[in-house]
């Protein structure tokens, strides 16, 4: 039976969520549409999910855990007006108003961008549904067949042969380290949430494959951290688009010239946008990754 959750609150006129742009915006990798209906699992549940009519219909899930994993009840009107500091980022609103945060797991949020360093999004669902084939749960949905993310227990104990034979090549290393390190208490993931920003990245940062990119997706998606900023080469290209004059121009020429950011860019890049956007600069570099992924 579908269950129906509104999302239009009576004294808005128009949606503040937008399932579709909140679910192919890049920042998870395991869900997948046919039709009018997204098909995909977080957690343990295996779910299928549209919005229609100012409302959402889904199956497999039950509220709460469609509230909190979609952040539902985020104050989407304050955080859009706390970001919205020029027309750069209202064009972006304007466009994609509705696209959330999600509220990803943390050992699957984690794994997923290690996986993700220097590829394409294909490259990055091939990688984690060959893991989740391989080493996950089998579940089901009407006649789809759905795999639940392999526990660090599995991981860790996965010769490298077999993580290398689900695409990961060198990051086959990292997952299986990583993976250990979980499963012998070196971090719990979930202690982070409580711990500042600075503080958590720090410690996510000793993990075997987590660079500052790495952590700072892991920090915006799965621990609470709205103020993370993570800079690719599409925000990169925003920043020196739309903010270079508020960027020293000796730094901007060495930045433009780089191919790859090395750590010191990439850490005057991030802090430029938590400086700049906010408490809620997460929300801000989302809006932005995939305005600018969009219109090119």
């Keep these: 039976m579908n269950a129906k959750l509104s999302?239009?609150?009576k004294e808005l006129h128009e949606p503040i969520f937008d399932l579709n742009s909140t679910l192919c915006c890049g920042q998870a990798f395991r869900w997948d549409k046919q039709g009018q209906w997204w098909?995909?699992?977080?957690?343990?549940?295996a779910c299928k999910i549209r919005q229609k009519s100012g409302s959402i219909e889904f199956e497999g899930a039950d509220d709460r855990s469609v509230k909190n994993y979609f952040r539902l009840s985020d104050d989407m009107p304050k955080i859009l007006s706390d970001i919205n500091k020029d027309k750069h980022i209202k064009n972006a609103i304007v466009k994609f108003k509705g696209l959330r945060i999600l509220r990803q797991e943390p050992w699957e949020c984690l794994i997923s961008y290690i996986c993700a360093t220097y590829k394409n999004i294909p490259a990055i669902k091939n990688m984690l549904n060959n893991l989740s084939q391989k080493f996950g749960e089998e579940t089901h949905l009407e006649n789809h067949s759905l795999y639940v993310f392999p526990s660090p227990t599995k991981l860790a104990n996965a010769s490298l042969h077999s993580l290398?034979?689900?695409?990961?090549?060198?990051?086959?290393k990292y997952v299986s380290e990583t993976a250990k390190k979980i499963c012998d208490a070196a971090l719990d993931l979930e202690s982070l949430k409580k711990k500042s920003y600075d503080e958590a990245r720090r410690e996510l940062l000793e993990l075997p494959g987590v660079g500052p990119k790495v952590a700072d997706c892991v920090l915006l998606f799965s621990l609470e951290k709205l103020e993370a900023f993570p800079v690719d080469l599409w925000i990169k290209r925003a920043i020196l688009k739309y903010y270079a004059a508020q960027l020293p121009r000796p730094f901007v020429e060495r930045v433009t010239a780089q191919g790859s950011l090395s750590n010191t860019s990439y850490g005057k890049l991030s802090s430029f946008g938590r400086q700049y956007f906010g408490k809620y600069a997460g929300y801000a570099q989302e809006y932005l990754y995939h305005y600018e992924r969009t219109s090119t």
């Design 39 to 45: 098909f995909g699992i977080f957690g343990k549940n």
């Design 164 to 172: 290398e034979a689900c695409s990961l090549g060198y990051r086959a």
């Design 7 to 9: 999302v239009m609150p």
